[in-house]
């Protein structure tokens, strides 16, 4: 059998150290969602409901830049959208149903498929995507709570540039995705259409305005590859 | 209930439904690969989106200040392959840094 004791071993060491190292940023996120004027509970439900941290930090986002909180839900949802991708590929692994499948679903997210979708095999697949997915969601809520104490108690947030971190954030969750040209061509669009439109739309518009660049981008590539591989 | 927590529920609602589907749809239902491209590109194109707005957007008006300074330094950090915790704390820090100093 290739599900050893040390393969498991191995998985729920790399699991509980991808949750400690997610978890501790969830401090970050707790701070932003406090100093972007949520309560410590409305900050804390974000993490343990929600549970996916780019839409987090996308709600918390625009409310921070004077959006309603409609148009940071809206620009929620399109981020977690790529969370269904990642249940496609992982349910062959996993195969889970009923209450277990409703259950495995909210630790659904970057981390736990990244892992889970590296093992082929079924009941190593599924160990790697609890112990992953079971470690970020508790140190992630745990240390999400802290840090909106912390945030609460530090005053105005510009004065420890907390609205800088936020920008940060988003830079960190980019650029793992950036990997190759025509991301960063989809990038540079993006972040230049959200620009433009910032004078003219209320706030919170030009980022849900900015998801057009992917569709169109997503239409485009059937042409643009068959040019620049007739190229190279 | 306020809007925010509003807000809030439909959010968790959605992406809870989102996680959900994806476990339990047949594989081919979303597997075309328009849908497939643009749920990979759409993530891109909103981070990159909110990166900008958050570093010089205020309400409805242009600003270069400390944050573009410290999304700089964030990027270097990036670049040197800094882990997602340091980043923002160092970008935290040149704002903070900068503003203390008068020079933003």
């Known amino acids: 059998m290739q599900d050893t004791t040390d393969d498991r071993r191995a ?59 409609w148009s940071g839900a809206a620009t929620g949802l399109m981020l977690g959208a790529r969370n269904t991708l990642y249940g496609l590929g992982l349910a062959g692994r996993l195969r889970w149903r009923g209450v277990r499948r409703a259950s495995a679903a909210q630790l659904v997210i970057d981390e736990s498929s990244a892992v889970a979708t590296a093992q082929d095999d079924p009941p190593l697949a599924r160990l790697g995507f609890l112990v992953t997915g079971g470690s970020v969601f508790v140190l992630w809520n745990l240390m999400t709570f802290v840090g909106a104490l912390a945030g609460t108690a530090l005053g105005d947030p510009r004065t420890y540039g907390l609205d800088a971190a936020v920008a940060a954030a988003f830079l960190a969750l980019l650029w793992p995705r950036l990997a190759d040209g025509s991301t960063v061509a989809v990038a540079v669009a993006a972040a230049a259409l959200a620009l433009a439109l910032v004078p003219f739309t209320p706030a919170g518009v030009p980022v849900l305005a900015a998801a057009s660049v992917a569709v169109v981008a997503a239409l485009l590539p059937a042409r643009t590859r068959e040019t620049t591989g007739a190229a190279s | 209930m306020s809007t925010t927590w509003a807000a809030i529920l439909v959010l968790a609602g959605g992406c809870y439904a989102l996680k959900l589907a994806g476990l339990s749809l047949p594989s081919g239902v979303l597997e075309r690969p328009l849908v497939r491209r643009i749920a990979l590109t759409l993530p891109v194109a909103l981070l990159a989106a909110l990166v900008a707005v958050q570093a010089v957007a205020d309400g409805t008006r242009l600003v270069v200040d400390a944050r573009l300074a410290a999304l700089a330094v964030a990027a270097v950090a990036l670049a040197l392959r800094a882990g997602f915790l340091v980043v923002v704390v160092l970008a935290a820090a040149t704002a903070a840094g900068l503003r203390a100093a008068g020079l933003a």
Do not use: K
């Not at chain 1, 100093?35 to 929600?50: D, E, F, I, K, N």
């Open chain 1, 11 to 69: 998985l729920v060491r790399q699991g509980l150290a991808i949750g400690v190292a997610t978890g501790l940023y969830g401090t970050s996120f707790g701070a932003v969602g406090v100093a972007s004027g949520l309560t410590v509970l409305q900050t804390c439900a974000l993490s343990s409901l929600v549970f996916t941290g780019a839409s987090q930090f996308a709600f918390v986002g625009v409310l921070a830049a004077g959006g309603s909180p």
